[in-house]
Structure formats: C-alpha cells, structure tokens
C-alpha cells in the first residue's frame, strides 16, 4: 500500500481544515517545500498535494508551488483543487504533477473529464470522489450533491477511471478513525478500483487496518502534522 502524505495549500502556505472548513484552518509551515523535502529525506515517494484556494475559486492557484516541490524533489505528486479546464490541467502536468485529481468536474463537467481520461490515459486522472453521508461532496466540500457515491463510481468505473481518492467528510481533520466501511463497500462493488483512502487517519493501528484491507493507498496528513505518527513509521510500513 502506498503511504501518500499531503499537503493542503492555501496562500500558497501548508495548512490543515476541519471536515473542509474554511473557518477551520490551521497553518503548519510558510514553506511547503521544507515539509515535502522531509518527506522524500525520510524515504517516501508519494505526495498529494491539494490547492485549496483553487477549489473556492474554481480555477488553479497554487502552481507555483506545485512547480517548486516538482523541481526540487523527486517526489511522485498528485494534484488536485480548482483542475476545471484544459488550461488549468495543461499548467498542472507542465508544473509537474505526474497525476491529477478530478472531482468537481466529474460532476459538473463530465464531458470534459472524459476527454481527459481520453487524451492523458487513465493512469493520469484519478477520480475524486469525496462523500457527505454517501452523497458526493464537490467546490471544497461546500457544496453537498444528491449523486450516491456508488452510483457516481459506477458510472466512472465504466468510463475508464482507475484510480479514485475518496474522503469521507464526516471523518476528516478529527483523527478519530477512517470510513472503514465505507472503503469496504467500494472494494466489494468495483474489484478493479485502484482505491486510496483519505481522511480521519488518527494512527498507526489506522493505517494498518487500511493495508490488510489491501487499498492500493491512503492518504495522510494531521496525523503527521499533529504528531501521531512519525515519518520513519510511514516509511516502515511502505516498505513492506
């Protein structure tokens, strides 16, 4: 399993939200950079890297950062927030993403995001598909949907999506456990899911659970700002 940390950017500084509470936010580090080289220092490989100010606006903002960790470190990145036009993914891939995460415009615009999955390979667009109460969540999360999140996931499954980053809001920045159940059920439903866990993550016993469960990742994030695991246990358990 891929042990993926993140980092969350708004004014291009490191931050963390609550259930995706703009009001909720606390700031971790000014240089993002600094945190995704400690992150390689340490031995993994992985990072997702999430514009928030790009998903408010609609548009990507932070690429300069993007462009800044790409170019100095090696580390595998997966972007997302505010990816809603050809533009904004061509700066993202140019930046340096090696994949980008579309979720908003799987719903609003899944005509473009076909196209996407189309010209760039399914291996390049993985599906966000972020839930409030098993209905997607899209705009940051403050905007709830009527699309059951297995409904959504069958309809992308047969468009060609591999991979998919979900995120139950409910679970998220509280460090009180993942949806296990609800990754669970997508493994059950869709086999051939590349599937990566995101939010709630509080410990290792977590993280843990989420690999014998055989996720292809999990994503983790103020479970490391706050110190509840380290980066030498990351870099363990992903070199198993």
């Known amino acids: 399993m891929y042990i993926i940390p993140a980092i969350d950017l708004i004014d291009g500084k490191a931050v963390r939200l ?3 509470d703009y009001n909720q936010k606390k700031e971790y580090n000014a240089r993002p950079l600094d945190v995704a080289m400690q992150f390689e220092d340490a031995g993994l490989t992985r990072l997702h890297l ?3 100010d790009g998903a408010r606006e ?9 462009e800044l960790i790409a170019t100095k470190t090696r580390l595998h990145i997966d972007f997302g927030g505010g990816v809603q036009s050809d533009d904004d993914l061509r700066t993202v891939f140019e930046c340096g993403a090696k994949q980008v995460t579309g979720g908003s415009i799987a719903v609003k615009q899944p005509d473009v995001l076909e196209q996407w999955v189309s010209q760039h390979g399914s291996e390049k667009i993985i599906l966000g598909a972020d839930a409030k109460n098993e209905k997607i969540a899209v705009s940051g999360w403050e905007e709830g949907t009527d699309v059951w999140i297995y409904d959504f996931l069958d309809r992308w499954v047969e468009g060609g999506i591999q991979y998919v980053i979900s995120t139950d809001v409910a679970k998220d920045g509280l460090l009180q456990g993942p949806s296990f159940e609800l990754y669970r059920n997508m493994q059950d439903r869709f086999s051939t899911l590349n599937i990566i866990a995101s939010g709630g993550v509080s410990n290792m016993g977590d993280i ?13 994030g103020k479970a490391i700002y706050e110190g509840r695991v380290t980066l030498k246990q990351l870099t363990a358990i992903s070199q198993q």
């Open 18 to 20: 609550t259930q995706g």
């Open 50 to 52: 999430v514009d928030l």
């Open 58 to 66: 609609k548009r990507v903002v932070n690429w300069k950062v993007l």
């Open 208 to 220: 843990e659970t989420l690999a014998d469960m055989g996720l292809y990742g999990v994503i983790v």
